[in-house]
């Protein structure tokens, strides 16, 4: 059922930019996850 509902993602224009929407902020999220330890205390980076 998921998949069914992932494969019309492509027709419908507001369902497309929802999805496209959310896994940039995904991706943002976890990129700045991984990148907090890059960064020292003073706001340095290493």
Do not use: Q, W
């Not at 369902?15 to 340095?44: P, Y």
């Amino acid at each position: 059922m998921l998949l069914a509902k992932i494969a019309d993602i492509g027709s419908n224009p507001v369902a497309f930019t929802f999805f496209i929407g959310c896994m940039a902020m995904f991706a943002s999220s976890v990129f700045f996850f991984v990148e907090r330890g890059s960064v020292d205390k003073n706001g340095n980076y290493h």
